[in-house]
Every structure is written in C-alpha cells, then in structure tokens.
C-alpha cells in the first residue's frame, strides 16, 4: 500500500493490491477522512465488500497478475504510476514481473489518462534472474 504524497478532494489517499495471494490481484484506491480510518477493521471490511467498485483496471487479460508499487508521482499532466505486472500468472508459463507505467488522473486516481504497452523494467541481472524467486524485479520507490 502506498500513500499519495498529498490528499485527494481534502481526503488521504491510497494505491494498493487487493488480493495479492488470491488471485486475481487488483490495484485499487482507498480513500480517508481521518487518519485512524488506515487501521479500521470495520472500513476494511465495508472496502473490500466493494472492491470492484475502487479498482483501477490495468490488467490486460483476466490470466495476468497486478501489483501496486512505488507511490505514485505527482506531474502536471497526472500522478505517474509504477507497477508490476505478471503475464500468464493464471495458466503458465509467468512471464514474471516487468514494471509498467500508467499516468492516473490528478483528482480521481481510478481514472487512466494512458499508459505503456511495453515494459519499464525487465529481470535481467544475474541476482533478478536466479534465486529463490527468479525472473522478478520490485518497483518499491521512485522520486522525480
């Protein structure tokens, strides 16, 4: 879960992955009146019961696999958006993880005013290769 630097129509804000190991993940906003809202059960419970409802679609075929990354960056032209994405997650061969970009509209983040169709960022050092989780990289910051 990440925290936009800034609230959103006087509301905190925040991107994160809904369902990360029940798949399929989706990447979604949740927005706060009051900082203790973060930590509420009973505001996650009524949250996820309308998941749907504040996911930003970037997945591109039902078999991927999304994940939020890096707080998004605020441009003139949109928050810039960095995340990973998974082809194939549901019927292998994964192609695992290869970050992506999306610029998200500045007052509704659900809103995608575009995005790549290739990778920002690919496994290809030795250490993203092989290992215990191989192929993979982490968009886990950025700054502008």
């Known amino acids: 879960m990440s ?3 800034e609230k959103i129509n006087g ?15 989706k990447i979604a906003v949740a927005y706060f009146d009051r900082e203790e809202q973060m930590w509420s059960p009973s505001y996650w419970r009524d949250w996820y019961a309308s998941l749907n409802q504040n996911t930003i679609h970037l ?4 078999k991927d696999h999304v994940e939020a990354g890096a707080p998004p960056i605020k441009t003139k032209d ?12 549901l019927s292998p061969p994964a192609v695992f993880l290869e970050l992506k ?16 169709e290739k990778p920002l960022l690919v496994p290809q050092e030795t250490y993203e ?3 215990k989780v191989p192929n993979i990289v982490f968009p886990t910051a950025a700054h502008s």
């Open 59 to 62: 997945q591109r075929s039902p």
């Open 78 to 89: 949109g928050w810039l958006f960095i995340y990973s994405y998974i082809h194939n997650y």
């Open 11 to 25: 509301r905190y804000a925040v991107v994160l992955t809904a369902n990360t190991d029940i798949t399929p993940s």
């Open 101 to 116: 970009r999306a610029l998200l509209d500045l007052q509704d983040p659900q809103k995608i005013i575009a995005r790549t």
């Open 3 to 5: 925290l936009l630097p």
């Open 129 to 131: 290769k092989y290992g």
